[in-house]
């Protein structure tokens, strides 16, 4: 199972040349897309023009293939500033001294879970159900589109491997709209995404409540990061930290936030929320490595 986790995030390595931030007093953001990459391109303009005004630097919004990129930009200081998810920020951290100074709150809380998508008549029911079906995921690096769903298998089914022992396919479809999209279209029998993705898809896609169903839920996970760069000196690093909290006394900007990633608000974080993160991955081997 590590080794082809591995393979599948050196994969991603190769395609990655990214170029600088080009100035020294730029800040560059680095966004992974939940949803199309022009609307999120789109969306973050309002976060950059704030940040730029607040810290008085110019910021830029890059948004990256997928996880593995922003990574690795940020361990090359290509990127300063990430919204990492859970598993991303455990890796960053670990690879390039990557440090989290805040966390998405989601309607009052600062964790969630993954979910497995279903067919509403698909006559899957349990768990055990998904044998040998077709399971749709964004990114292998996703805490709750890959993770938490392959631990949580790997436990129940004794397996090592949920792709090729207990799953009969797999797809990666690149983000978790992506996933959902895949079962109500019939390209897949189950998607993991974090909860509920569905609600942000309903506009085009309506029948998406009644088509489909959620089958069950992980164990809870810390909320996405936003986390910084080593580089970064620490009077910068409160800086940013302090315009980020701001917003929960903005409305305007918090729904910037909810647009781009459902957030609903800014908290504090610390590492050590993310060693449960660390735990489920041991369950795949030895702690990985991006070198």
């Known amino acids: 199972m590590k080794k082809k986790l591995l393979s599948i995030i050196f994969a991603s390595i190769t395609v990655l040349f990214i170029t600088g931030c080009g100035n020294d007093d ?3 953001m680095g966004f992974v897309p939940s949803q199309d990459s022009d609307e999120i391109a789109d969306t ?3 976060l950059e023009e704030k940040l730029s005004e607040e810290l008085g630097r110019e910021v830029e919004g890059r948004v990256m293939t997928n996880y593995t990129a922003l990574v690795e930009a940020m361990g090359t200081n290509e990127v300063q500033i ?3 998810p859970a598993f991303g920020y455990v890796l960053a951290s670990q690879e390039h001294g990557v440090e989290v100074i805040l966390k998405s709150e989601r309607y009052g809380s600062g964790t969630y879970v993954a979910q497995y998508i279903v067919g509403a008549d698909s006559g899957i029911e349990t768990l055990a159900d ?3 079906k077709t399971w749709a995921y964004g ?3 996703s805490t709750s589109g890959y993770l938490f769903p392959a631990a949580q298998i790997m436990d129940e089914f004794g397996v090592e491997d949920p792709e090729t022992e207990f799953f009969g396919n797999s797809v990666q479809t690149g983000g978790h709209d992506q996933s ?3 079962v109500l279209q019939g390209e897949a029998d189950v998607a993991t995404t974090f909860d509920d993705v569905r609600t942000g898809l309903t506009e085009d896609y309506p029948e998406i409540m009644d088509e489909t169903k959620i089958l069950g839920y992980s164990d809870k996970i810390p ?3 936003i986390s910084v760069t080593k580089e970064l000196d620490d009077e910068l690093v409160q800086e940013i930290k302090d315009v980020f909290l ?3 006394d903005d409305d305007e900007m918090i729904e910037v936030m909810d647009e781009v990633y459902n957030w609903t608000g800014i908290i504090e974080a610390e590492d050590s929320e993310y060693d449960i993160v660390r735990n489920t991955f041991n369950k795949f081997g030895e702690s990985i490595s991006l070198d």
């Open 26 to 28: 730029t800040l560059v």
């Open 44 to 46: 973050i303009e309002p």
């Open 82 to 84: 990430g919204f990492i």
């Open 130 to 132: 998904l044998e040998g």
């Open 139 to 141: 990114d292998a690096t």
């Open 180 to 182: 959902a999209i895949a």
């Open 223 to 225: 909320n996405d990061t």
């Open 246 to 248: 701001s917003f929960n």
